[in-house]
């Protein structure tokens, strides 16, 4: 089975990661990226960190025998620490094989390390990949606006009540 670390992206895996953003054209139209947005490691690393900072966000590389296919984010965390969002994206090539749900149950256990009592998530109603992964853990939809459904999932003990 391959093995699934999570890591703070530094220049190797953001040089990875960078390169997957300019070459993958089904990542590319799944983030939105237009045609003349192609990042170097540098930028990315960049960019990464400014998001991080705006968005009281943590990122991590998802490494697949250390190599990176995707990333995987706790952001929005509440000024009490107790709440906070998940996100993620994975390389077209490299899902369907259990990567992100691995990365999604490492990072719940790391959300849950913190304090965190509760994640949560807004996703497209047609992204079925996404809502199977939060449903299988156990997360419940209820819509937020037309083609979107929010996702809230009780983290750490199954005993403590969400925030």
Known sequence: MTEITLEEPGSREAAQLAAMLCEDDVLRGDLG????????ADSFLEHLAEW????????Y???????????????HRSPDGRSARVGYWMGSRHRRQGHCTRAFEAVLARAAAEGIRCVSATIAADNLPSRRLWERQGGVPSEVSEGRL????????PAAPPP
């Open 33 to 40: 990226m237009g045609p003349d947005r192609k990042p170097t």
């Open 52 to 59: 991080c900072a705006s968005r009281r966000a943590t990122t």
């Open 61 to 75: 590389a998802i490494l697949a025998d250390d190599v990176a296919v995707g990333t995987i984010s706790i952001s």
């Open 150 to 157: 929010r996702y809230e999932l009780p983290v750490g003990s």
